[in-house]
């Protein structure tokens, strides 16, 4: 089992679709959760982090459930511009440095 | 955040040549990575950069291949070695920036490289 695991999509939806995205993690002890966009020729760019209250950064809301150890993305309203890929990436914690990232989910938002 | 350079931007190499790559962060970080991303993949990890000491390789990837410098807090190079067309790949690095108290990772441009 991949210790970070994304469904690959891809994900097809019109514009102002909301559309989500789950990630599950293996490892129970990590503490930092990121959602990273990956626009087609270009290097991965964080997107927002997740915390354990769950946030909001206008449409996109992250959610953690380390119970069932997921995280969430949720986009609101889809633009043309949300279509890229989005990693998920789970880091130990406590200056553990790298993280560990999923395999993405492609997302195209057509008209 | 930390704004990280990658030079060269993309090469094309001929088989059996080597490649070496370079990283160039705007402030001291403590760690420092270099990935692979293979077409239509995502990130692998090739090694931890560690300043004044020698990388440590993750599993698949040696120090004879992809031989690693970091000489100071801000800057590192990834040597690709004796390349063949499997090594054709996007690398990228990357720094960790636990300045808010989180472990965000951030990443360069990006090397674009094909091996014919």
């Known amino acids: 089992r991949k210790e970070v695991e994304q469904d690959p999509g891809p994900f097809n939806v019109p514009e102002g679709a909301t559309v989500a995205f789950n990630c599950t993690y293996s490892n129970s002890a990590s503490q930092s959760f990121f959602w990273y966009r990956q626009d087609c020729r270009k290097e991965p760019k964080l997107l927002m982090s997740v915390y354990s209250s769950g946030n909001e950064d206008g449409r996109f809301t992250a959610q953690l459930n380390r119970a069932s150890q997921y995280i969430s993305l949720l986009i609101r309203d889809s633009k043309l511009s949300d279509s890229a890929t989005y990693l998920c990436a789970v880091n130990p914690g406590t200056n553990a440095g790298k993280s560990t990232f999923g395999d993405g989910t492609t997302l195209t938002v057509k008209p | ?116």
């Open chain 2, 1 to 116: 955040s930390a704004v990280i350079s990658q030079k060269p931007s993309r090469d094309i190499c001929q088989r059996g040549t080597s490649l070496t790559i370079q990283c160039q962060v705007d402030s001291q970080v403590t760690m420092m990575f270099w990935y692979r991303q293979q077409p239509g993949q995502s990130l692998t990890l090739i090694a931890t950069a560690n300043q004044g000491s020698e990388a440590t390789y993750e599993s698949g990837f040696v120090i004879d291949k992809f031989p690693i410098s970091r000489p100071n807090l801000t800057f590192s190079t990834l040597t690709v070695s004796n390349m063949s067309p499997e090594d054709s790949s996007i690398y990228l690095c990357s720094v960790v920036d636990s300045g808010r108290g989180t472990d965000t990772q951030y990443f360069g441009p990006g090397t674009r490289l094909t091996v014919l």
